[in-house]
């Protein structure tokens, strides 16, 4: 089966601009997953969506960050404005039902100037 | 904050050689996952143990689980060099979320 796909998979702005990534899960997941990964430091959850849904945005910087999931499959994560400390690798993970394993997408790596 | 903690942070050995990675965390798990990244292939899952089990092997990887401790050790047996990555240990709590620790990075130098 076809893995996770994410993109682009480089981005560099400077701060204070706009930027989206994408990601489209494995068929057939319903639980879709954004993970902020500082270099050195391990994944951390920004927002989990079973199927459309908000799950768990705790973790979100809403002033600046949104996610959407319209139809249930793909999903776009935006940051707007962006700040230095914003540069990491944006991981999307998907997951099926009935199992607890995340399967990674290769993840965007964004550089803020 | 991150709930695991892995040590040590950075290991180096031998091809052949057994590598072990420890975690700990802090609060009440469903269960515990280990997870590999190298550039190569990025983040992939490893291995799960659920809280009410021990111990549990897969090929060359086995994982234990001390729930009363807050504690779990990764051993990969005769490490090749394929094996050198960053690994994570992941919790678990009801609802699926994922909590990921900070990493150790292994080296297995030929």
């Known amino acids: 089966e076809a893995g996770v796909a994410q993109s682009p998979r480089y981005k560099i702005i400077e701060k204070r601009q706009s930027v989206a990534f994408w990601c489209n899960p494995i068929?057939?997941?319903?639980?879709l997953y954004w993970y902020q990964q500082i270099l050195g430091q391990g994944p951390k959850l920004l927002i989990q969506?079973?199927?459309?849904?908000?799950?768990?945005d705790s973790q979100l910087p809403k002033d600046r960050f949104s996610a959407e999931r319209l139809k249930g499959v793909d999903s776009t994560l935006k940051i707007q404005p962006a700040k230095l400390e914003d540069s990491a690798v944006y991981l999307c993970?998907?997951?099926?039902?009935?199992?607890?394993?995340?399967?990674f997408g290769p993840g965007t790596r964004l550089t803020v100037t | 904050s991150q709930q695991g903690e892995e040590d040590p942070q950075a290991l180096s050995i031998q091809e052949g050689e057994n590598a072990t990675m420890n975690c700990s965390y802090k609060?009440?798990?469903?269960?515990l996952q280990w997870y590999r990244q190298n550039s190569g292939r990025g983040l992939v899952h490893l291995i799960l143990?659920?809280?009410?089990?021990r111990e549990k092997h897969s090929g060359r990887l086995r994982v234990t689980l001390d729930t009363s401790k807050k504690s779990s050790s990764l051993l990969i047996t005769a490490s090749r060099a394929a094996d050198t990555a960053s690994y994570f240990c992941?919790?678990?709590?009801?609802?699926?979320?994922?909590?990921f620790g900070e990493g150790t990075q292994l080296t297995v130098n030929p």
């Open positions: 143990i659920r809280s009410n089990e």
């Open positions: 609060t009440s798990i469903n269960n």
């Open positions: 068929s057939g997941h319903a639980t």
């Open positions: 992941a919790t678990a709590r009801v609802g699926s979320r994922l909590t």
């Open positions: 993970a998907s997951r099926r039902g009935g199992s607890y394993e995340q399967y």
């Open positions: 969506f079973q199927n459309n849904g908000v799950v768990d």
